[in-house]
């Protein structure tokens, strides 16, 4: 089963952000460690890194008419960071997979969400 799991960034501190400059430079390690072994895990595809929530634009069609709104549509803390993609046995392979990403216990989480299979 192929699953997407998709990053909530909640809280957690991104690079280049004061709060990423504020944390100790081993908790930066680990974070970076903990991305060097998802990557090298088999099933494991990453997706790319996206810009902040602040910079989206939201597209809505209403009577025929495109609308954009500055910003996301969610409240920024349930902003979704970033993505990626596991091929699993089963949920709970992806689930354990899903705790190893650093947004998991930084103050974001994770969705693990089957994709529909054709």
């Not at 354990?96 to 974001?108: D, F, K, Q, T, V």
Request: proline residues 8%; negative net charge; aromatic residues 8%.
């Amino acid at each position: 089963m192929k699953y997407m799991l998709l990053i909530h960034q909640g809280t957690t501190p991104t690079p280049g952000s004061p709060e990423w400059d504020a944390l100790p430079d081993d908790e930066k390690g680990a974070v970076y460690a903990a991305y060097k072994a998802l990557n090298e895990t088999p099933g494991f595809a990453p997706g790319v890194q996206m810009q902040p929530a602040e910079t989206a634009t939201t597209v809505r069609v209403q009577d025929g008419k495109t609308l954009t709104t500055d910003g996301p549509f969610v409240e920024i803390k349930e902003a979704i960071g970033g993505y990626c993609f596991f091929e699993a046995d089963d949920l709970d392979a992806a689930i354990e997979l899903a705790s190893h990403i650093p947004a998991a216990r930084m103050g974001g989480a994770v969705e693990v969400r089957p994709l529909v299979e054709r």
